[in-house]
C-alpha cells in the first residue's frame, strides 16, 4: 500500500522542538491521578459489567443435597449388572419433590427426574436411556450402574465457605448466576464512573439538522457516548459547545458538578479557537487541581489535554481528557489514555490496554516522524489459532470508514516496517471472531 495510507495526518503538529511523552508515561500519569469511586450495593440483575469490591463466599454447599444429574431410575448400583436387572418400580420422585421417608430396599427403584433430591438407599441414577419400562410396576436395568453414576453430591459445585467470586472480578451472566445460587439479591461492586462527553466547534450540527455551508455533523460525540456503553460506564451527554470560552466553561462546570470524569473532543491543538485546554488550565488553576497540556507520542491521537479538577463536595478529583478533534484521533484516544484511568475508577485490576501477538498479513509502515503508529487493523483467527491482522480501509485520522471492520490498534514502532507474516502486538478496541 502507498507510504501515506499508514501515515495518519494529525491535529496539531506543532513545532520541530516539541517534546513528546511516550504512552505509557501518559497512561501512568492517568492512572496515579485517578482512584477507585465508592462501593455501592445494587441489586444482582443491575450489576452486569460493574466490578466486585469484595469476595463473595458460599454461604452453604452448592447444590445443598445430592441429586439426580439427568432423568432416569435411581437404584442401588448392587443390584444391577452386566447382564441386566429386573427392578420394581416405587413411584416417581419428581424435582423440588421431598424424598421418601423409606430406604429404597433390595430390588427396587424410584423413577426419578433431574435435580430430584436422591431418595435414601440408592447410590446411583440408571439414565432412561439404559433401561426399559415392562409395566405393572417394573423395569430393566440394561446394564451395570457404577456407585456415583449421574449423581451429583452435594458441595460439587461449591463448598460451604469456599470462594466463589473475588474482589475485581467482573460481573457477567455466570457471575450474576452465581451470585443468585448463592441466595444474594445484592452485590456490593464499585460504582460506575458517570462519564459526560461533549464536543466542541461552531461548525457542528447534530442528526437531523441542516447543515450550512462548512458545517459538518458532529459524530464524535456519538461515538464516544457508544463506547462508554459497551464498557459499562454511565454515558451523559453534555451536547455541543460553541467555540467561546464561556460556553466551554459552562458546560465543564454542569460536568463537574455530574460526572465523575469528562470526555470532551477538539480544542487541544494550537489554534486560536482551540478553547478547551485555555479553560481546562485556568479551572485548574483556579481550583487549585492540575493540567497538562501534552503531546503524546503516537500516530494519530498526539494532542491532548489532562485535567484533574477537585469537587467542591470534596472526593476524588474529576478527570477530564481532552481529546483530540479528529474523530480516528478521538477514538484512539479514548482507548488508549483515557480507558485505563475509567477502569482504574470502575474498580477494574486490569487497567492497561492488554495486547495480543499476532500476524500480519500485509506490510506495516511505521510512522515517518518517529512516533508509535498505531495502525487502524481487521483481526481474526485462523485455522491454525493464530490471530491474523490486515489494514482496516483509510488510515487518515478524520476517516471513520476504516473504523468499521478495526477492531485492533497495531503497534508499530519508528524503525523498519513490519513485513507481511511477521509477528505484531495489537491492542483490541472490538470483539475478536
Known amino acids: 500500500m502507498p507510504p501515506s495510507d499508514q501515515n495518519d495526518t494529525d491535529e496539531g503538529h506543532g513545532h520541530a522542538a516539541e517534546e513528546l511523552l511516550p504512552l505509557r508515561q501518559v497512561q501512568d500519569m492517568v492512572l496515579s491521578r485517578t482512584s477507585h469511586l465508592e462501593t455501592v450495593e445494587v441489586p444482582i440483575e443491575e450489576a452486569l459489567g460493574c466490578f466486585l469490591a469484595e469476595p463473595v463466599t458460599a454461604p452453604a454447599d452448592i447444590p445443598p443435597f445430592a441429586n439426580s444429574a439427568m432423568d432416569g431410575y435411581a437404584v442401588r448400583s448392587s443390584d444391577t449388572g452386566e447382564g441386566g436387572t429386573e427392578l420394581s418400580v416405587r413411584g416417581?420422585?419428581?424435582?423440588?419433590?421431598?424424598?421418601?421417608?423409606?430406604?429404597?430396599?433390595?430390588?427396587?427403584?424410584?423413577?426419578?427426574?433431574?435435580?430430584?433430591?436422591?431418595?435414601?438407599?440408592?447410590d446411583a441414577v440408571a439414565i432412561v436411556?439404559?433401561?426399559?419400562?415392562?409395566?405393572?410396576?417394573?423395569?430393566?436395568?440394561?446394564?451395570?450402574?457404577?456407585?456415583?453414576?449421574?449423581?451429583?453430591?452435594?458441595?460439587?459445585d461449591f463448598k460451604a465457605g469456599e470462594r466463589g467470586l473475588s474482589e475485581g472480578d467482573r460481573i457477567g451472566p455466570g457471575q450474576v448466576a452465581v451470585l443468585a445460587s448463592f441466595g444474594l439479591a445484592t452485590a456490593a461492586v464499585v460504582r460506575r464512573p458517570r462519564v459526560g462527553v461533549f464536543s466542541t466547534g461552531d461548525e457542528l450540527v447534530g442528526p437531523g439538522a441542516p447543515l450550512k455551508p462548512g458545517q459538518i455533523r458532529d459524530s464524535n460525540r456519538q461515538m464516544l457516548?457508544?463506547?462508554?456503553?459497551?464498557?459499562?460506564?454511565?454515558?451523559?451527554?453534555?451536547?455541543?459547545?460553541?467555540?467561546?470560552?464561556?460556553?466551554?466553561?459552562?458546560?465543564?462546570?454542569?460536568?463537574?458538578?455530574?460526572?465523575?470524569?469528562?470526555?470532551?473532543?477538539?480544542?487541544?491543538?494550537?489554534?486560536?479557537?482551540?478553547?478547551?485546554?485555555?479553560?481546562?488550565?485556568?479551572?485548574?488553576?483556579?481550583?487549585?487541581?492540575e493540567a497538562f497540556e501534552i503531546g503524546v507520542s503516537i500516530r494519530p491521537a498526539k494532542p491532548l489535554m489532562l485535567a484533574f479538577l477537585p469537587r467542591s463536595g470534596g472526593g476524588p478529583a474529576v478527570a477530564c481528557f481532552g481529546l483530540p478533534g479528529n474523530p480516528v484521533s478521538s477514538l484512539v484516544s479514548y482507548n488508549v489514555v483515557a480507558l485505563p484511568g475509567l477502569a482504574k475508577m470502575a474498580g477494574n485490576p486490569k487497567r492497561l490496554p492488554r495486547s495480543l501477538a499476532a500476524i500480519t498479513s500485509e506490510d506495516l509502515r511505521p510512522s515517518r516522524d518517529g512516533r508509535l503508529n498505531l495502525v487502524r487493523?481487521?483481526?481474526?483467527?485462523?485455522?491454525?489459532?493464530?490471530?491474523?491482522?490486515?489494514?482496516?480501509?483509510?488510515?487518515?485520522?478524520?476517516?471513520?470508514?476504516?473504523?468499521?471492520?478495526?477492531?485492533?490498534?497495531?503497534?508499530?514502532?519508528?524503525?523498519?516496517?513490519?513485513?507481511?507474516?511477521?509477528?505484531?502486538?495489537?491492542?483490541?478496541?472490538?470483539?475478536?471472531?
Do not use: Y
Open 92 to 122: 416417581v420422585l419428581p424435582a423440588g419433590s421431598p424424598p421418601p421417608d423409606e430406604p429404597i430396599g433390595p430390588g427396587e427403584a424410584i423413577q426419578i427426574m433431574t435435580g430430584a433430591v436422591m431418595p435414601p438407599g440408592a
Open 129 to 156: 436411556e439404559r433401561t426399559e419400562r415392562l409395566g405393572a410396576g417394573r423395569v430393566r436395568i440394561l446394564g451395570a450402574v457404577s456407585p456415583g453414576a449421574n449423581v451429583r453430591s452435594p458441595g460439587s
Open 225 to 289: 457516548l457508544a463506547a462508554l456503553s459497551r464498557d459499562g460506564f454511565d454515558p451523559v451527554d453534555l451536547g455541543t459547545a460553541p467555540d467561546t470560552e464561556e460556553a466551554v466553561e459552562s458546560v465543564l462546570g454542569e460536568a463537574t458538578k455530574r460526572c465523575d470524569a469528562v470526555l470532551s473532543s477538539g480544542g487541544v491543538s494550537r489554534g486560536e479557537f482551540d478553547l478547551v485546554k485555555v479553560v481546562l488550565s485556568r479551572l485548574a488553576a483556579e481550583k487549585n487541581g
Open 377 to 433: 487493523v481487521e483481526g481474526a483467527f485462523g485455522a491454525d489459532g493464530r490471530l491474523l491482522v490486515r489494514p482496516a480501509g483509510g488510515q487518515q485520522s478524520h476517516q471513520l470508514s476504516g473504523t468499521l471492520s478495526a477492531n485492533c490498534l497495531a503497534m508499530v514502532p519508528p524503525g523498519e516496517p513490519i513485513r507481511a507474516g511477521s509477528p505484531v502486538e495489537v491492542i483490541p478496541i472490538g470483539p475478536l471472531l
